[in-house]
């Protein structure tokens, strides 16, 4: 709190005002984060439409990786039903069934997040010398055939790659 009130520059106390404690300022902040992830309007196709609302709601994350586990314990706010509200007016006009477009929207939102998740990851955490030490023991022949020459950069666009395959298996027609 005293943190958010010097950016701010407003006193500690003075938050309270508007917000009890750590996690309800969690709560607003993480709400307005899906605020952010809202379209303005949803393309007529679904695919389209989900897949806008998915990059919008990735690059937020990109932009805010503290949110990725904030939002694990944040109960949805206005914005966060909005975004679901929003997902289902995509999905209106398809066949699929209610458990077909849930299953479909919580992959997609897994996907998302995973893919945030990793995108946020540092390569500093890896353990170079020990990676080295386990192939050179000759148990991981794979792994040496992939990483033997060194690293394999993945295609630049593999979210929206990886996010197109999904949507595509997750048509029921």
């Not at 309270?16 to 993480?30: E, G, H, N, Q």
């Not at 937020?60 to 997902?87: D, T, Y």
């Not at 990851?121 to 170079?128: E, H, M, R």
């Amino acid at each position: 709190m005293r943190r958010v009130a010097r950016e701010l520059k407003a006193g500690t106390m003075s938050l309270y005002y508007y917000v009890r404690t750590k996690d309800d300022l969690m709560a607003v902040m993480d709400d307005a984060l899906m605020g952010e992830a809202l379209l303005p309007s949803l393309p007529k196709d679904w695919k389209r439409a989900l897949l806008e609302i998915a990059k919008r709601t990735h690059a937020v994350f990109l932009r805010h990786p503290w949110a990725l586990a904030s939002m694990l314990k944040a109960p949805p706010g206005i914005n966060a039903m909005r975004h679901m509200e929003q997902c289902l007016e995509a999905l209106a006009e398809t066949s699929m069934t209610k458990g077909q477009k849930i299953t479909l929207l919580t992959t997609v939102d897994d996907f998302v997040f995973g893919h945030a998740l990793r995108e946020a990851a540092n390569d500093a955490d890896i353990d170079f010398e020990f990676a080295a030490a386990q192939l050179a023991t000759g148990a991981f022949p794979r792994t040496i055939e992939m990483f033997g020459a060194g690293r394999v950069n993945a295609d630049k666009h593999r979210f929206e790659l990886g996010l197109r395959a999904l949507l595509d298996r997750g048509d029921p027609s």
